[in-house]
């Protein structure tokens, strides 16, 4: 697997004399392809952390490997073009401009690449084919629906072909029924082209269309690992992934107890686990004890 983000260690600390730590020391990985829900409540730092992996914050330390890249090291210039390259975002209130039909939004990304008017114009009309707009391309924001403006948002969020979606709180202003259709629309996209997608959402409901779901609580990450039946305590004590935890529950080590009592001679006979993944549970448990 390729991992596509990777953070480490990193905190955002907001303001000089009364300040807030937005975020405290979030270590993160992800793999390219995987479908990611952040939820959390309002202030924990899901959009700073949204805003630091698209590269449009940086953090007050820690490091952001995104896509082989040492984030931290680069220049402005340098950062706005991994983020024109890599990130497609979409934002609560989708941000499109009032004055440009729906294929002029999604067309706008496209603006400072070597392309014609003619293939800029083909390529979001195929976007909007895809986000099942085609016909209401000439419509202004102001006469869309509830549920056409974020697939605009998300049409546009794909013009540059990113290797990242990253969607804050795209369904929070949208009935329930208009949200999973655009969360289903997400999860297509995830499934046919392999993009990474993340959504940061309050709903729970949202959040279990995602295959691996994230928690933030106080600027903290909280792992959910998937499949575990109840026994969560590997995951998120451990900091061990979820690929290695299903591994380990699946040879009956459910619970913290019954790994931290491991003997590294059995780790070698779980079914699956390689040898980088029986020195990373070590590894874990010795950080842990
Ligand atoms: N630009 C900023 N300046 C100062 N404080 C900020 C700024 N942005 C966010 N914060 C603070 O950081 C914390 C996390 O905010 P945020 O990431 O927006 O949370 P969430 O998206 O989970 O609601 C909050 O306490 C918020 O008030
Ligand atoms: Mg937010």
Known sequence: MNEII?????????GTRNQVRALDDVNLTIEAGEYISIRGPSGSGKSTL???????????????????????????????????????????????????????????????LKMTPKERRDRAMKLLGTVGLKDRWNHKPKEMSGGEKPRVAIARALA???????????????????????????????????????VVTHDISIAKATQRQ??????????????????????SKLKLS???CNKLVKAGYGDLGRVLGIDPAKLSRVKGLKRREITQVLEAIKNYK
Request: aromatic share 4%; with cysteine.
């Open 160 to 198: 540059n072909d990113p290797s990242v979606v990253l969607a804050d709180e795209p369904t929070g202003n949208l009935d329930s029924r208009t949200g999973k259709s655009i969360m289903k629309l997400l999860g297509e996209l995830n499934h046919n082209t392999g993009t990474t997608v993340i």
């Open 6 to 14: 990777k953070a480490a260690g990193i905190t955002k600390v907001y």
């Open 50 to 112: 949204l805003n630091i992996i698209g590269c449009l914050d940086r953090p007050t330390s820690g490091e952001l490997i995104l896509d082989g890249v040492d984030v931290e090291k680069q220049g402005d210039g340098e950062l706005s073009r991994i983020r024109r390259d890599n990130i497609g975002f979409i934002f609560q209130s989708f941000n499109l401009l009032p004055i440009l039909n729906a294929v002029e939004n999604v067309e706008l990304p496209m603006e400072n």
């Open 214 to 235: 994230l928690y933030v609580e106080d600027g903290r990450i909280k792992e959910k690992t998937r499949n575990l039946s109840g026994k969560k305590e590997i995951g």
């Open 242 to 244: 979820p690929e290695i």
